[in-house]
Structure formats: structure tokens, C-alpha cells
């Protein structure tokens, strides 16, 4: 165990991910999974005592699941089937009988032989084909946990119960953790884990509260209830802070605030530089709701609308109705803007149950986004018939994700051709010329954009993914996730092949991943020449106004410098420098890392 | 053997007749009704035999609806086990008119 801070000052630096400072009270939340457990070998005298540890773990847990399941309101019972069979599944003779066995001839302590005998079932669940029962084992899975908490004397806590504003402290948050979370109680995240680009980032932006990930050990060096102050600009953690410190945070957070609201009132006005270059600054949204703020924020249209939400909201899929009377809103509350529809991007970890999906190995590159909609046309079919119906309502474009090859898009264009021929002999209006692009995401689709170019209206630049396939990083890997850079030389170079090719054949080119929201890539965004980028809305504001402040001759002069840099580290540095020197105020009022 | 051990097994081809098949709702069923008796319940799918009072080895036969299971019942109440045991598949453990 590791020695916890006890009222000793003690400073942290992660990467921040969503800017804001906050003081207030840590709560620890310790759900990294029951990780490794205190694997060991007993002695034939212990054997005895082992298993009564074992049967009174089991005891305690059968006695909160039935307490559970008095809470569970009459009118509500199919939850309180699933409890009787966490009853069942706590007695049942694979789980219990073979632990026990496990304990008396292997000599092996309880939570070991626990986790042994959940292994074996999970391995035996993995081979049936029914994809219902398989999934069984998450409630084996859940059993198994509340035992080895009771063997280690836990609690099982949830996030719904925090009652007080805190700073919720996690090794790492899942989509679950969040959405059990009582959101107005959170002030901010820190985790131990996670990048640019995890659940905790994108789940603190939406909400706009500040989030440093990434921190190693925040865990293991904060106790509950320690005074915190968390900068999300800096991604520094202070723990137990002494006044002055106190003070000179809520000072800088008091600035920082004034700035954003002083910036936010003039991003109505168009991104250009003082030299009259106008780059196009639209948004990236992930649902109908959040059209209001792009609006506000002053985006001139929507770069990049992820269209997953609708599907993974419900166990059912969306009918063409549901999506078609979705998009047509989105684009009716643009219009004349141009709103992009990026069809389907599931598959790999995010993808629920409604399609039957391996467990893949690496999801990443496994069956998703525009290979799966090729590999399953009826619901590549519904999606394009609701695009395509809601494109008459204003100005759409369609972009296809993942794209890897010519072929792809060739394949995908042909199934495109025969729905709106489907369209036409039902009589059905549609935008005849819809633009079609794609998202160059893969280092294949970079290395062929020249080929590309002949098949497309428009590129969109995805970086979360071309950086994660480019640099071999798996972002939500913490032990690699450091490698996760957007200034890597090859990424800068991969950019510019695709604007270049892009220019050469006369379409346009977009850049849509978080580079587009970091204030230290807009220069060189710029100089690269790109015709729009689309970011968070809450980033608009800040991104317009760096590019109002930058000529676009200077900036080409630093995109040439940073070319000639070998590391990430050093293109960071020189933008950070470049960028100190001509809008200091930024980083006055803490919108750099220090 | 003691005259009248017959008895003490039972044995029967019951179908599967509920449309969402044995799943974990309809096998906590038959472990519950287990749970009532003293004898001994197996279930077999081909070459597999389960036991029948684990809910989790139940699952693991994987039986869609229309699969045939052999069931064996072993002890001194296996008569009657047998007799609310086949009720409960004909009645398709509750889930259909």
C-alpha cells in the first residue's frame, strides 16, 4: 500500500483536458475493478479458515443482494428477477463448490480461487453461440466482485450516492460510472488514467467542468475528503493547498473566466486574420440538443455530426423515421448552413447488442464504422434513406468514415446510387447533388488521397484516430497513452500530403479531431492551409479568436519551422514560445499549459 | 437393490416449448423448483449432463426453444418432482398463454 498524503501540501501534473479551476473537497472513488488481488498460497491448517472466509463472504453478500431486493419497488420485477438470479448464481455449485475445491486442493487463497473459478466460467459462457446467455456472465461477473469485496471487507459504493459538491478523484470513469453519476453534485474529475481523448475528457467538456486524466497516481497520493484545487487549463492538481495558494487559483480561475465571457461575445464575427485570410470554423456535435450552442458559440455550420448516439440510446435500432425527422431538424435549425451527416462509426468497443459482433481482439481495427455499414446494407440502407430525405431541408453533405481505399468509397457511392434511384420511383425528394466525402482517419486513405480525390467533393481530417493508427498508440492504454501526439512530425506531414492533394484537385479540406480545439495547433492549422476545421462549440470562441490574432504569412513561416523539428516535444515548444510572444494575454489567463 | 428403488429414478424427454427458449429467467425456475425437493435433478442435451440445481450449468446447455432435454430425477420425492417438473415445461415456465 502506498502512504497516503495526510494533510501534507503535495502538487500533481496530468494532461489536462477541459479547462477551469475549482477548489473543493476529494472524493475517492475506488472502482478500478477489483484489479489484482492479493494472489497466495495457505497452508493445510489454513485450509480450514479459508473456506469459512469464503462461506462468510458469501453470507454477507446474500444477505445485500436480498437487501437490495427488498428496495426494489412490487411494480418493478424484473429487476428483482435479476437479483434472484445473483442469489442463485451466489450458490451455484460452479461458482461456490469449485472455489472451495480450489481452495482445499490448489492452497490458494479465497479471492484467488474466486477469480480462478469466474475465469473458468467466463470461458465456458464464451463458447456458446447464443449471444442472451453468453452475456450472462456480466452477472457472474458482478456476483464475483461484491463476494471479493466482502472478502476484502468493501463496500460497494455507488456514484449516485454522493450527496456534497466534491471533486470526484477515479482511476478511471466508465460511460456506466458517469451516467449513475448526481452531475450536479461533481465539480470536477481527475483520474488516474485516460488522454486527450477518454470517456472522463469528453464527458467534462460536454458539461464544461474542469477534468485533469492522466495523473498516474491520484488515487494512491489523495485521501478522501483532502482540499484539492484542480487547474484543467494546466492540468495541475494541488492537494491540501495552504491559503495563498487558495487564493491566487480563485484569482486566476476569476480572470480566466472574465476573458471567456469577454471572447465569447465578439465569436459571432468571422474567423480571419489580419492579413484577410477566412478559414470556415464549424462545430462537431453528437446530438439534436446541442445545435443551440453551436448556434451561440458562432460556428458557421456543423463540421462533423456523429450520428451513434441514436443508436445506442435504446436496445431497439432507430427506424428511418426516427433518424430521418432527427437530421431534418438538425439541418432545418442550420440551414442555410451546411450541416455533414458522418454515417454510422460503431462498432469495436462501442457497439450495443442489436447486430450480432465477435469479441474482437483489437476493436480498433475490427469490424466498424464503413465496414460493418458494407457488411450489413439493411442498416447502412436506413441510414442514407434518412440523410438523403432530410437534405432537401437544407444544406447537408454525407462523409463516410474509416475509409481505407478507393474500393470502399466506390462500394459505398454504388449503394448510395441505387437508393436514391429507390427514392426516385417512390417519388421521394432529395438533394440530387448532395455532397459526398470521406474521413481520412487510416495512414492508407492518407498515402492514396491523390486516388481519393477523383472519387470525393470534400476530406475531413479525423486526428483522434489517424494519431492512434499512425503513431500505433492505443489512447485509452495508460501506459502508452503519453506516446498519443499530435505534434509527432509524421502527423504534421500526413496533414499536409492530404492538403496538398486535396488543393491539387480542387476540393476542400477539413480538420475535425480535438487538434482542432487545442489553441497551440491553430497556427499551424493555419499555415497549412485547410478551409475549415471543426471543433467543440465551447472551444469556437478561443480558436476564432487566436486565428484573428495570427497573420497567415506568419503562420505559414512557423508551419515551415516546425517541419524542420524532429520530436513532439519540440514542436510543442516552439508553438508554445511563438504563441506566448504574440497573443500573451492567453497565457496571462490560463489557456497554456505552463 | 431394496423392492420398490425403481422408484427412486425418474426419467423423461421434455421439450422446450417457450419461444424465448431456456434462458436465465426459465432456468431460475427450474433451479427454485429444485431447490424444493430432496432428490436430484440432471439435465441432458446430447451428450451433455448437467446439474440441474445450478443455474449457471443450466445456461451453459444452451436449449432454444423446441430442443428435447432428458431429465433425470434421483431420490425419494423424485415422483412428484418429476410430476411439477414436467408441469412447468408444458406450461412453458410461465411466460406464454
Same mark, same amino acid.
Not at chain 1, 202 to 217: D, F, K, W
Not at chain 2, 46 to 54: K, N, T
Given at each position: 500500500?502506498?502512504?497516503?498524503?495526510?494533510?501534507?501540501?503535495?502538487?500533481?501534473?496530468?494532461?489536462?483536458?477541459?479547462?477551469?479551476?475549482?477548489?473543493?473537497?476529494?472524493?475517492?472513488?475506488?472502482?478500478?475493478?477489483?484489479?489484482?488481488?492479493?494472489?497466495?498460497?495457505?497452508?493445510?491448517?489454513?485450509?480450514?479458515?479459508?473456506?469459512?472466509?469464503?462461506?462468510?463472504?458469501?453470507?454477507?453478500?446474500?444477505?445485500?443482494?436480498?437487501?437490495?431486493?427488498?428496495?426494489?419497488?412490487?411494480?418493478?420485477?424484473?429487476?428483482?428477477?435479476?437479483?434472484?438470479?445473483?442469489?442463485?448464481?451466489?450458490?451455484?455449485?460452479?461458482?461456490?463448490?469449485?472455489?472451495?475445491?480450489?481452495?482445499?486442493?490448489?492452497?490458494?487463497?479465497?479471492?484467488?480461487?474466486?477469480?480462478?473459478?469466474?475465469?473458468?466460467?467466463?470461458?465456458?459462457?464464451?463458447?456458446?453461440?447464443?449471444?442472451?446467455?453468453?452475456?450472462?456472465?456480466?452477472?457472474?461477473?458482478?456476483?464475483?466482485?461484491?463476494?471479493?469485496?466482502?472478502?476484502?471487507?468493501?463496500?460497494?459504493?455507488?456514484?449516485?450516492?454522493?450527496?456534497?459538491?466534491?471533486?470526484?478523484?477515479?482511476?478511471?470513469?466508465?460511460?456506466?460510472?458517469?451516467?449513475?453519476?448526481?452531475?450536479?453534485?461533481?465539480?470536477?474529475?481527475?483520474?488516474?488514467?485516460?488522454?486527450?481523448?477518454?470517456?472522463?475528457?469528453?464527458?467534462?467538456?460536454?458539461?464544461?467542468?474542469?477534468?485533469?486524466?492522466?495523473?498516474?497516481?491520484?488515487?494512491?497520493?489523495?485521501?478522501?475528503?483532502?482540499?484539492?484545487?484542480?487547474?484543467?487549463?494546466?492540468?495541475?492538481?494541488?492537494?491540501?493547498?495552504?491559503?495563498?495558494?487558495?487564493?491566487?487559483?480563485?484569482?486566476?480561475?476569476?480572470?480566466?473566466?472574465?476573458?471567456?465571457?469577454?471572447?465569447?461575445?465578439?465569436?459571432?464575427?468571422?474567423?480571419?486574420?489580419?492579413?484577410?485570410?477566412?478559414?470556415?470554423?464549424?462545430?462537431?456535435?453528437?446530438?439534436?440538443?446541442?445545435?443551440?450552442?453551436?448556434?451561440?458559440?458562432?460556428?458557421?455550420?456543423?463540421?462533423?455530426?456523429?450520428?451513434?448516439?441514436?443508436?445506442?440510446?435504446?436496445?431497439?435500432?432507430?427506424?428511418?423515421?426516427?433518424?430521418?425527422?432527427?437530421?431534418?431538424?438538425?439541418?432545418?435549425?442550420?440551414?442555410?448552413?451546411?450541416?455533414?451527416?458522418?454515417?454510422?462509426?460503431?462498432?469495436?468497443?462501442?457497439?450495443?447488442?442489436?447486430?450480432?459482433?465477435?469479441?474482437?481482439?483489437?476493436?480498433?481495427?475490427?469490424?466498424?464504422?464503413?465496414?460493418?455499414?458494407?457488411?450489413?446494407?439493411?442498416?447502412?440502407?436506413?441510414?442514407?434513406?434518412?440523410?438523403?430525405?432530410?437534405?432537401?431541408?437544407?444544406?447537408?453533405?454525407?462523409?463516410?468514415?474509416?475509409?481505407?481505399?478507393?474500393?470502399?468509397?466506390?462500394?459505398?457511392?454504388?449503394?448510395?446510387?441505387?437508393?436514391?434511384?429507390?427514392?426516385?420511383?417512390?417519388?421521394?425528394?432529395?438533394?440530387?447533388?448532395?455532397?459526398?466525402?470521406?474521413?481520412?482517419?487510416?495512414?492508407?486513405?492518407?498515402?492514396?488521397?491523390?486516388?481519393?480525390?477523383?472519387?470525393?467533393?470534400?476530406?475531413?481530417?479525423?486526428?483522434?484516430?489517424?494519431?492512434?493508427?499512425?503513431?500505433?498508440?492505443?489512447?485509452?492504454?495508460?501506459?502508452?497513452?503519453?506516446?498519443?501526439?499530435?505534434?509527432?512530425?509524421?502527423?504534421?506531414?500526413?496533414?499536409?500530403?492530404?492538403?496538398?492533394?486535396?488543393?491539387?484537385?480542387?476540393?476542400?479540406?477539413?480538420?475535425?479531431?480535438?487538434?482542432?480545439?487545442?489553441?497551440?495547433?491553430?497556427?499551424?492549422?493555419?499555415?497549412?492551409?485547410?478551409?475549415?476545421?471543426?471543433?467543440?462549440?465551447?472551444?469556437?470562441?478561443?480558436?476564432?479568436?487566436?486565428?484573428?490574432?495570427?497573420?497567415?504569412?506568419?503562420?505559414?513561416?512557423?508551419?515551415?519551422?516546425?517541419?524542420?523539428?524532429?520530436?513532439?516535444?519540440?514542436?510543442?515548444?516552439?508553438?508554445?514560445?511563438?504563441?506566448?510572444?504574440?497573443?500573451?494575454?492567453?497565457?496571462?489567463?490560463?489557456?497554456?499549459?505552463? | 437393490?431394496?423392492?420398490?428403488?425403481?422408484?427412486?429414478?425418474?426419467?423423461?424427454?421434455?421439450?422446450?416449448?417457450?419461444?424465448?427458449?431456456?434462458?436465465?429467467?426459465?432456468?431460475?425456475?427450474?433451479?427454485?423448483?429444485?431447490?424444493?425437493?430432496?432428490?436430484?435433478?440432471?439435465?441432458? *442435451?446430447?451428450?451433455? %449432463?448437467?446439474?440441474?440445481?445450478?443455474?449457471? =450449468?443450466?445456461?451453459? $446447455?444452451?436449449?432454444? +426453444?423446441?430442443? /428435447?432435454?432428458?431429465? *433425470?430425477?434421483?431420490? %425419494?420425492?423424485?415422483?412428484?418432482?418429476?410430476? =411439477?417438473?414436467?408441469? $412447468?415445461?408444458?406450461? +412453458?415456465?410461465? /411466460?406464454?398463454?
Amino acid at each position: 500500500m502506498t502512504v497516503r498524503s495526510n494533510e501534507s501540501k503535495d502538487t500533481m501534473q496530468g494532461i489536462p483536458v477541459s479547462p477551469g479551476i475549482i477548489v473543493g473537497k476529494a472524493h475517492l472513488v475506488d472502482r478500478s475493478r477489483v484489479k489484482i488481488l492479493y494472489q497466495y498460497l495457505i497452508d493445510e491448517k489454513q485450509v480450514a479458515g479459508e473456506v469459512e472466509r469464503f462461506e462468510n463472504a458469501i453470507r454477507a453478500t446474500d444477505e445485500q443482494i436480498k437487501i437490495l431486493k427488498n428496495r426494489v419497488p412490487e411494480h418493478v420485477k424484473e429487476h428483482s428477477f435479476i437479483l434472484d438470479s445473483h442469489l442463485m448464481i451466489l450458490k451455484d455449485s460452479m461458482l461456490r463448490d469449485s472455489t472451495i475445491r480450489r481452495i482445499e486442493e490448489e492452497k490458494i487463497n479465497a479471492e484467488w480461487a474466486l477469480k480462478k473459478s469466474f475465469h473458468e466460467i467466463r470461458k465456458i459462457f464464451a463458447q456458446i453461440d447464443d449471444e442472451y446467455i453468453s452475456n450472462r456472465i456480466q452477472d457472474v461477473e458482478n456476483v464475483s466482485e461484491r463476494i471479493l469485496r466482502n472478502l476484502s471487507g468493501e463496500m460497494v459504493e455507488s456514484l449516485a450516492e454522493i450527496r456534497e459538491r466534491v471533486i470526484i478523484v477515479a482511476h478511471d470513469l466508465s460511460p456506466a460510472d458517469t451516467t449513475e453519476l448526481n452531475i450536479s453534485k461533481v465539480m470536477g474529475f481527475i483520474t488516474d488514467v485516460g488522454g486527450q481523448t477518454s470517456h472522463t475528457a469528453i464527458m467534462a467538456q460536454a458539461l464544461e467542468i474542469p477534468a485533469v486524466v492522466g495523473l498516474e497516481s491520484a488515487t494512491a497520493r489523495i485521501a478522501d475528503r483532502d482540499l484539492l484545487i484542480v487547474d484543467g487549463s494546466t492540468g495541475e492538481v494541488i492537494i491540501n493547498p495552504d491559503d495563498a495558494d487558495i487564493i491566487h487559483y480563485q484569482e486566476k480561475e476569476l480572470q480566466h473566466e472574465k476573458y471567456k465571457s469577454s471572447i465569447a461575445r465578439i465569436s459571432h464575427l468571422p474567423a480571419e486574420t489580419p492579413d484577410g485570410y477566412r478559414i470556415a470554423i464549424k462545430a462537431n456535435i453528437e446530438f439534436l440538443e446541442e445545435v443551440a450552442a453551436v448556434r451561440d458559440h458562432g460556428a458557421e455550420g456543423i463540421g462533423l455530426y456523429r450520428t451513434e448516439f441514436l443508436y445506442l440510446r435504446s436496445k431497439v435500432l432507430p427506424t428511418e423515421e426516427e433518424l430521418f425527422n432527427d437530421y431534418k431538424e438538425v439541418a432545418e435549425i442550420m440551414n442555410p448552413d451546411p450541416v455533414t451527416i458522418r454515417t454510422l462509426d460503431l462498432g469495436g468497443d462501442k457497439f450495443a447488442s442489436h447486430i450480432e459482433i465477435a469479441n474482437e481482439m483489437n476493436p480498433a481495427m475490427g469490424l466498424r464504422a464503413i465496414r460493418l455499414c458494407l457488411k450489413e446494407p439493411g442498416l447502412f440502407r436506413t441510414q442514407l434513406r434518412a440523410i438523403l430525405r432530410a437534405s432537401t431541408f437544407g444544406h447537408v453533405q454525407l462523409m463516410f468514415p474509416m475509409i481505407s481505399g478507393v474500393q470502399e468509397v466506390i462500394e459505398a457511392k454504388e449503394i448510395l446510387t441505387r437508393i436514391k434511384g429507390e427514392l426516385d420511383s417512390e417519388e421521394i425528394l432529395y438533394d440530387e447533388n448532395i455532397p459526398v466525402g470521406v474521413m481520412i482517419e487510416i495512414p492508407s486513405a492518407v498515402t492514396i488521397s491523390d486516388l481519393l480525390t477523383k472519387h470525393v467533393d470534400f476530406f475531413s481530417i479525423g486526428t483522434n484516430d489517424l494519431i492512434q493508427y499512425a503513431l500505433a498508440i492505443d489512447r485509452v492504454n495508460e501506459h502508452v497513452a503519453y506516446m498519443y501526439q499530435p505534434f509527432h512530425p509524421a502527423i504534421l506531414r500526413m496533414i499536409r500530403q492530404v492538403v496538398l492533394e486535396g488543393k491539387k484537385a480542387g476540393i476542400k479540406v477539413s480538420l475535425c479531431g480535438e487538434m482542432a480545439g487545442d489553441p497551440l495547433c491553430i497556427p499551424i492549422l493555419l499555415g497549412l492551409g485547410l478551409d475549415e476545421l471543426s471543433l467543440n462549440a465551447r472551444s469556437i470562441p478561443l480558436v476564432k479568436t487566436i486565428v484573428r490574432a495570427i497573420p497567415l504569412e506568419q503562420a505559414r513561416y512557423d508551419f515551415e519551422q516546425v517541419l524542420q523539428l524532429n520530436t513532439a516535444m519540440e514542436v510543442r515548444d516552439y508553438l508554445l514560445k511563438r504563441m506566448k510572444k504574440m497573443i500573451p494575454e492567453l497565457g496571462e489567463k490560463g489557456f497554456f499549459p505552463t | 437393490m431394496i423392492p420398490g428403488d425403481f422408484n427412486m429414478e425418474q426419467t423423461k424427454v421434455l421439450k422446450i416449448s417457450n419461444n424465448l427458449g431456456l434462458h436465465a429467467r426459465a432456468a431460475g425456475k427450474i433451479v427454485a423448483l429444485a431447490n424444493q425437493y430432496e432428490s436430484k435433478l440432471f439435465l441432458k *442435451k446430447d451428450a451433455d %449432463e448437467v446439474d440441474g440445481s445450478s443455474i449457471l =450449468s443450466i445456461l451453459t $446447455l444452451s436449449c432454444p +426453444k423446441g430442443t /428435447e432435454v432428458e431429465v *433425470k430425477i434421483v431420490g %425419494e420425492d423424485s415422483e412428484a418432482f418429476m410430476e =411439477s417438473l414436467t408441469e $412447468l415445461f408444458s406450461n +412453458k415456465f410461465g /411466460e406464454e398463454q
